[in-house]
């Protein structure tokens, strides 16, 4: 795993210089390498996907603009996740909507036939599992959105959270053990 994410920081750092060296075609790779990172915390914070989208092209923007502010390029997932969710707590607090939950995904029919019919048929999981997410605190929603969706190393999340790898790792924990709690109705 250290192997895979000393590549990553290479690659960053290569694509940083190149986009500060005006090369969009490095932008352009930077931007579709994170996307799915983007739209996901994005998605974390807001709970829903068309915000997410919009959010993810907010952040996109202000990255292009304010690059050359970027110290380290070995960082610039951190950093884009920093700007990511300031963006979209921007969003939260212009907004003020209420988040999609399990319940609220059921009512609204957003899950055809139940959650419980959507898990045992495997459809509509991504959304269901992030409308469990919603639940939970908002530092815990961040940090499984970074961890397992968008597959970051403990150290990076905890850089971006500026506290301990333990801190992060029990953060994981308690929002696993949440979800299997919450889900584990719906699975049995």
Known sequence: MKKAATVEKTEDIRLVRGALNG????????????RRQVVGMAYAVLGNVSDAEDVAQDTFTKVF???RKLQDPGKFAVWLSKITYATATDVVRKK???????????????????????????????????AAIAEMPQKTQ?????????RLPYSDIADFLGTSRDVVRGLIYRGVKYLRERLGKYLR
């Open 65 to 67: 603009k304010n690059l």
């Open 142 to 150: 961040v940090v499984l959105v970074m961890r397992f969706f968008d």
């Open 96 to 130: 003020r909507r209420e988040r999609m939950t399990l319940e609220k995904l059921s009512q609204e029919g957003r899950v055809r036939g139940g959650v419980e019919a959507a898990l045992a048929e495997n459809r509509d999981v991504t959304e269901i599992v992030m």
């Open 23 to 34: 090369d969009r075609i490095a932008f352009g790779v930077l931007v579709e390498k994170y």
